[in-house]
């Protein structure tokens, strides 16, 4: 069934466990996400991100996401993940996206929170649940790596004062996590993230999920973290079925097709036993 942020994250909150976004940039992950919630009878958040446009257009995503989430037999919210502009998000909740995530965690702060209000706004009277960031997660490598990325943790008391006035329903921490694959084993700032989940009160997100430690996962999810973000793995999963594929002598797209789904559901199985909402429907 098709649900928004809320009806899957305000559970999760209340009963400890988290919930995984697995981004999908063709039928065969959304089939290997859904598929494998159906098979556990878990929530699980499925879309796309600003930055995964070039390899499938949202209006496209939308087409196949959106009547998938309607059919599943579990919850399922379909998010746009990290939206850097007001007009691709706003494209996206014209499409029938259910939740949207405005990143304004590269302006000023007084921009940041102003440009989310007004999302929140517009979001709020469509049924739609709105992500914000603070701080700033950057990524491990490349344009975005941060050259010190302990400068854009966020901060506690901000982040109160930010969940206030712009009304967001989860908040996405920079606490140690990056996106894309770690170098090194990251560490996690788990007394902030305790920290931040008791002063707001609302679902902690934590991006940069894949490639860290289970006891990682564990660990933030028990102090306030609701949703984690899963994009490398599943990637990482799906190249390698293909592999297998080839190796084993499948020689065309069609025969390719099982080895990739099959090879990310094995991570998307994976990863919602670790977050522990597994067998919550």
Do not use: W
Request: proline share 4%; glycine share 10%.
């Amino acid at each position: 069934m098709l649900v928004n942020m809320n009806d899957i994250l305000l559970p999760a909150k209340e009963k400890g466990y988290g919930v995984g976004f697995f981004n999908a940039v063709n039928v065969e992950m959304a089939r290997a996400i859904i598929e494998t919630a159906e098979e556990l009878r878990a929530p699980v958040m499925v879309g796309t991100a600003e930055i995964l446009l070039p390899s499938m257009e949202l209006e496209r995503v939308s087409e196949y996401l959106i009547p998938m989430a309607k059919k599943a037999s579990v919850p399922v919210c379909v998010h746009y993940d990290h939206g850097l502009t007001f007009e691709r998000c706003m494209e996206a909740l014209k499409l029938g996206f259910t939740s949207i995530m405005y990143d304004c965690s590269t302006l000023t702060y007084e921009e940041n929170v102003g440009k989310v209000a007004e999302m929140v706004k517009i979001c709020h009277t469509m049924g739609v649940t709105v992500e914000g960031e603070l701080g700033h997660v950057g990524d491990n490598e490349g344009a975005g790596k941060l050259s010190k990325p302990s400068d854009y943790y966020t901060d506690p008391d901000q982040a109160l004062d930010y969940v206030t006035r712009t009304g967001i329903d989860s908040l996405a921490v920079a606490v140690g996590n990056a996106h894309g694959d770690y170098k090194f084993p990251p560490k996690l700032d788990f007394d902030r993230i305790r920290i931040i989940s008791e002063k707001t009160g609302i679902p902690l997100v934590l991006h940069g999920g894949s490639g860290l430690a289970d006891d990682d996962f564990k660990n933030a999810v028990k102090l306030g973290v609701c949703k984690v973000n899963i994009f490398t793995d599943i990637d990482k999963a799906g190249k390698a079925g293909l592999e297998k594929g080839m190796a084993e002598g499948a020689n065309s797209i069609f025969n390719l097709i099982p080895y990739e789904i099959e090879a990310m559901k094995g991570v998307v199985r994976e990863k919602i036993r670790l977050f522990g909402s597994d067998n919550t429907q």
